[in-house]
């Protein structure tokens, strides 16, 4: 079996478009690596190395101890990273990132007898004293059939979020056809950033909101509601939003939704447990039938008006 450990620093485009294409062209089964997951020694007799753009400090003893075991050594880049004057222009932060984990260990890579792939042929006949091979780019599988969750709170939910996002890391382990969806600060996309299949949109105004829920791309709206004293004037008008964005929703059994939804009938009312919201996210994205029941009845009650 040819095998080989791709390293980088998380999924990542240089990886899905380039390097695991041509790795698995080349009959390759792969191990994707983050910077921070060091096999042992051994575990790397007779196969590939391939980094990706970047050089983990971590990794250089490992690969400089058994280089003699290692089938094949392969540095990739798709960015000009060996030169400073070609990223000088770039912030300062990103110019270090990139000198520290690229520029300086070119010679460590040539000492080590790597070989280069490169992305484009202006970086192939830049650096032709390297011998690189141009790897060309594939398209990337794009999933279907993804289930959409948003809970579009503002600055005043951030008590909401936090109590979320335990049960958001849950369903998207359980279920890898799902993305979520919050508007949230700099504070907020900093809280969630790690957590792979989570977007963050800036806060936007009034009109920029209305047709964003237009858009048609959204499954299930969340409404979850602490006890809390500036909780209690709130009224349902997210049971408004989550209709016009075409979703079922979740709400919070709590005054502003209690006398508005009708559990199981135009939405879901749930005590504020994680447990209990978890279970009923599962649920609803495996059972399009009944997601699309429910929404259908929320959406006779929002036009005749009877909540």
């Not at 794009?142 to 969750?149: A, F, R, S, W």
């Not at 508007?183 to 969630?192: D, E, L, M, R, T």
Request: hydrophobic residues 40%; glycine residues 4%; positive net charge.
């Amino acid at each position: 079996m040819k095998l080989a450990y791709v390293v980088e620093q998380g999924e990542n485009p240089s990886s899905d478009f380039f390097v695991i294409p041509k790795l698995i062209s080349m009959g390759y089964e792969v191990t994707r690596c983050r910077h921070d997951q060091l096999p042992c020694p051994e575990d790397l007799n007779g196969h590939a190395v391939v980094f990706v753009r970047y050089i983990p400090k971590r990794w250089k003893p490992l690969i400089t101890n058994s280089r003699t075991s290692i089938s094949e050594l392969i540095f990739f880049m798709d960015d000009d990273l060996f030169s400073f004057t070609a990223f000088k222009g770039m912030p300062l932060r990103y110019q270090w990132k990139i000198f520290r984990n690229a520029l300086m260990h070119k010679g460590w890579l040539a000492q080590m007898k790597a070989s280069f792939w490169m992305s484009t042929p202006y970086l192939v006949t830049k650096y032709a004293s390297l011998q690189p091979s141009l790897i060309s780019a594939q398209p990337v599988e794009v999933p279907i059939g993804v289930t959409t969750i948003f809970y579009h709170g503002s600055a005043s939910h951030i008590a909401e979020m936090n109590w979320l996002l335990p049960i958001i890391k849950k369903v998207l382990v359980q279920r890898p056809n799902v993305r979520f969806e919050l508007i949230g600060n700099p504070a907020v996309y900093k809280k969630f950033r790690a957590v792979d299949r989570v977007h963050v949109l800036m806060p936007m105004n009034w009109v920029s909101y209305k047709s964003l829920l237009c858009t048609g791309n959204y499954d299930i709206g969340l409404a979850p509601l602490l006890d809390n004293s500036f909780n209690s004037a709130r009224s349902h008008t997210k049971f408004f939003d989550i209709t016009s964005a075409g979703a079922v929703g979740l709400y919070a059994n709590h005054p502003a939704y209690s006398d508005v939804i009708n559990h199981e009938e135009n939405g879901f009312l749930l005590a504020m447990d994680e447990a209990v919201w978890e279970k009923t996210l599962l649920s609803l994205i495996d059972d399009q039938p009944l997601r699309k029941s429910i929404y259908n009845q929320a959406l006779i009650d929002c036009k005749r008006g009877s909540v």
